[in-house]
C-alpha cells in the first residue's frame, strides 16, 4: 500500500489558523522582530506555513538553471582567483555555526581573491 501525504502551501499561507490577516499583502510580517518596522500584531505568526517558491531543487521552474549558473560562477571564480581565509575566522565550525530552516543560516565568513596568475588559453 502506497500512501501520499501532501501540503497545500497555497491554502496554509492563507489560513487564519497560521496568519494574522492572511489574505492582506504585509510584507512586515516577514522582518525579525528587532526590526524597528516589524508590527507585533503579526508576532504569532508561523512563517513557515508559507512557501512562496516551495522548496528544494524540484520546487521552482527556475532551480535548475539557477543551479547549472551557479556552479559556472563558481567554476570561473576558483579558476581565476586564489582564495584565502581572512584572519581571524580560524573558529568557525560547521556543527556549531551553520544552520539550515528553510535556507542555510550562515555566519559571515570573509575570503581574499588573489588573481592566480595562470596562463590564459582563450
Do not use: N
Not at 23 to 29: A, D, G, I, M
Not at 75 to 95: K, N
Amino acid at each position: 500500500m502506497v500512501v501520499t501525504c501532501q501540503i497545500s502551501y497555497f491554502a496554509a499561507a492563507r489560513s487564519p489558523k497560521y496568519f494574522t490577516d492572511p489574505l492582506k499583502f504585509c510584507p512586515e510580517r516577514w522582518l525579525p522582530s528587532d526590526h524597528p518596522q516589524f508590527d507585533l500584531k503579526y508576532a504569532s505568526d508561523e512563517l513557515k506555513a508559507a512557501k512562496p517558491f516551495s522548496q528544494g531543487l524540484r520546487g521552482c521552474p527556475g532551480g535548475a538553471i539557477a543551479v547549472s549558473l551557479i556552479r559556472l560562477f563558481i567554476a570561473r571564480v576558483l579558476w581565476e582567483f586564489e582564495l584565502e581565509a581572512v584572519q581571524g575566522q580560524e573558529d568557525l565550525s560547521f556543527e556549531k555555526d551553520f544552520k539550515f530552516y528553510a535556507y542555510w543560516d550562515r555566519p559571515s565568513f570573509w575570503v581574499r581573491f588573489k588573481p592566480a596568475h595562470r596562463m590564459r588559453d582563450y
